[in-house]
């Protein structure tokens, strides 16, 4: 079992960046693949970025290619998305996800809002 807890969310003026933060409770956060996804108001939920566990090759949405950059610390626990260059069209409900082949488990979520 994993739990997932994301942080780092908040208001950001465009142009601005954050920092989010998936720390996961559990043993074998090391090997899984982590992802992150965001849900807009009154939009479906979609992929943002991910990274594997073995190799940490990264993959990226077309729309945050270069403004995003996915990590993550396995001996922290925890996956971060630091979003650079924010754009109001990136507002919405980010979450952190961890799976073996498919994503499991899911965070709860953390509001990141981009003002114009």
């Known amino acids: 079992q994993v739990q997932l807890v994301e942080s780092g969310g908040g208001l950001v003026q465009a142009g601005g960046s954050l920092r989010l933060s998936c720390t996961a409770s559990?043993?074998?956060?090391?090997?899984?693949?982590m992802g992150w996804f965001r849900q807009a108001p009154g939009k479906e939920r979609e992929f943002v970025a991910r990274?594997?566990?073995?190799?940490?090759?990264?993959y990226y949405a077309d729309s945050v290619k270069g403004r995003f950059t996915i990590s993550r610390d396995n001996a922290k626990n925890t996956v971060y998305l630091q979003m650079n260059s924010l754009k109001p069209e990136d507002t919405a409900v980010y979450y952190c996800?961890?799976?073996?082949?498919?994503?499991?488990?899911w965070g709860q979520g953390t509001q990141v809002t981009v003002s114009s």
């Open positions: 559990g043993r074998t956060f090391s090997s899984y693949t």
């Open positions: 996800a961890a799976g073996a082949q498919t994503y499991d488990y």
């Open positions: 990274i594997s566990w073995g190799t940490s090759s990264t």
